[in-house]
């Protein structure tokens, strides 16, 4: 719990070299003005040019960060950046402690992942919200875990915290509606939805979308003005770009726009294939739909939602870490589960195109640069043939149980 966190702070200091120490125009300066414009005139919200959240988002800059100076709120900001990512390692290794990793150089072996790379530096560099929306999604996967291990009961409370915290969640990443629908009926069956307690369930979760978005109440046509965000990548192409294609293909506005309706409709039977899925548990669920969302995500080019989406992926090889072994018989042991970790930090850091070109200019040259393009596909090869071996392994092993000791 103390390499992580200087591994992060190096990041850090490595961003701030980069923009030289002089506060950039970049992401933050969106989240900035909107919490000004809050203060100044909330009906023109979406007039900040580059505001595609929702009005929770920028009405919790406005009673805080948007408060002070430019230049000092760019700082105070960058450090609170710091404190998430330390509370991201804290949280993930509560979360594989409640998965029962018990050896804290096992624990240890994520977290060096987590904890590197161009999706972290990339959060300090445009001073981005990323690790607010990741802190949120791990408090909320960590609770769940917590509860099921103690066998405590869920009562309002409960609820009330966690659909409080993913609601503003969504409302920093509106592109995880999807990972709210799962977590909504994750432990509500087809034949149970409109059952009393349940009905309760949604109550809460309406009050708190209400509450955090009144302005969508009082301005009704920011719904227009927000929604209109969602087409950000019709409009600009070049926001468009699938990650393991992105060097590939060129696609036009029309192709675009189908490309997007087909991705969505996709993502969105995944989501109710998920949903009621009672075989899986809500870590699992979240993992999947990372992995269908970094593949056929709209906006899964992004490098910023890296961080949270192959780190959710990552809690997929946990259940299938064996522990028993120890030195290089635990390395023989668990060789793909270590083939898989490995090949989620080598994305970690393979986005950048930085260090790879400016270091070795002989890697632009025809045909090495195309053994680069590829970096993509062979690297999410390597992961999803990882977790799809280690599942049929799991399916083998219990079938050799159940028949040497004839359990139906």
Known sequence: ??????????????????????????????????????????????????????????MFFAI????IPYNTAYYVFFIINYILGVLSTIEFN???????????????????????????????????SKYLTFVIILVILRRELQY????????????????????FAIGMAPYFIFFLLIYLFQDISGKEIFKRENIRKYLILIFWFILQNILFILYPSQIISFADGFNRPE????????????????????????????????????TLILMFNDRLMIEEKFGYFAIAYIFIGIFSYTFLLGLILYSLVLLLFVPHLNEEFKGIEFIKNNRTVLIGISSIL?????????????????????PIIIFYYLR?????????????????NKINIKGVIKKKFNID
């Open 94 to 128: 509560k979360i594989l402690v409640f998965m029962n990793v018990k050896e804290n150089i096992h624990r240890f072996i994520f977290l060096l992942v987590i904890s590197n790379g161009y999706f972290v530096y990339y959060q300090f560099y445009f001073n981005q």
């Open 346 to 366: 080598a994305i970690f850091f393979a986005w950048s195109s930085f260090f790879l070109f400016d270091y070795i200019p002989g890697l632009k040259e025809y």
């Open 235 to 270: 409009r600009r192409p070049d926001y468009f770009k699938l990650i393991y294609l992105q060097e590939w293909v060129e696609l036009s506005p029309s192709e675009i726009r189908i490309f997007a309706i087909v991705f969505s409709i996709a993502l969105f039977i995944i």
């Open 376 to 392: 993509w596909i062979f690297l999410l090869s390597i992961m999803i043939f990882s977790l799809i071996k280690l599942k049929f």
């Open 148 to 167: 099921r291990i103690e066998q405590r009961p869920k009562d309002s409370n409960f609820y009330i915290i966690n659909y409080g915290l993913i609601v």
């Open 1 to 58: 719990m103390i390499i992580p966190p200087i591994f992060i702070g190096l990041w850090a200091i490595y961003a701030l070299i980069s923009w030289g120490f002089d506060p950039l125009m970049n992401d933050f300066h969106i989240f900035y003005y909107s919490g000004r414009q809050i203060l100044i005139n909330p009906a023109n919200l979406y007039e900040v040019r580059g505001f595609r959240y929702m009005p929770s988002f920028a």
């Open 64 to 67: 805080s960060i948007s408060l």
